[in-house]
C-alpha cells in the first residue's frame, strides 16, 4: 500500500493534561502563533486554541506534530478561506472567554 495514502487516512489526536497535544495524520502547519494554530491534517483543516503555544515538535516524513502549552479548544474548520478560517474562530472563541 502507498504510504501517503495510509497518512492521508488516519488521523489522531492525544491530549495530556491539557498541556501536551499529539496528532498524527499532519500535512502542514499553515499558521501559528503562541494562542493559535491552524494545521492541515488528512482530514481536514484544525484550529487549537490556547495560551502559550509552541511547537513541540514535527515529523513531516510521518505526520506526527507535537503542540505544548495550555489547551483551550480543538475544532475542525470547514469552508472558506484559510486565512479568514483562523480569524473566524478567534473572533468565534472571544464569545466563550
Do not use: C, P
Request: proline fraction near 0%; hydrophobic fraction near 35%; aromatic fraction near 8%.
Amino acid at each position: 500500500m502507498d504510504r501517503n495514502y495510509e497518512l492521508q487516512q488516519h488521523h489522531s489526536l492525544d491530549l495530556k493534561d491539557r498541556k501536551n497535544l499529539v496528532l498524527t495524520g499532519v500535512k502542514s502547519i499553515e499558521s501559528f502563533d503562541n494562542e493559535e494554530f491552524l494545521v492541515e491534517t488528512s482530514l481536514g483543516f484544525l484550529l487549537v486554541t490556547g495560551k502559550g503555544l509552541s511547537l513541540g515538535k514535527m515529523d513531516t516524513e510521518n505526520g506526527d506534530l507535537v503542540i505544548k502549552g495550555i489547551i483551550e479548544s480543538m475544532a475542525y474548520v470547514s469552508g472558506g478561506n484559510k486565512s479568514q478560517k483562523g480569524k473566524m474562530m478567534k473572533r468565534i472563541f472571544k464569545w466563550f472567554l
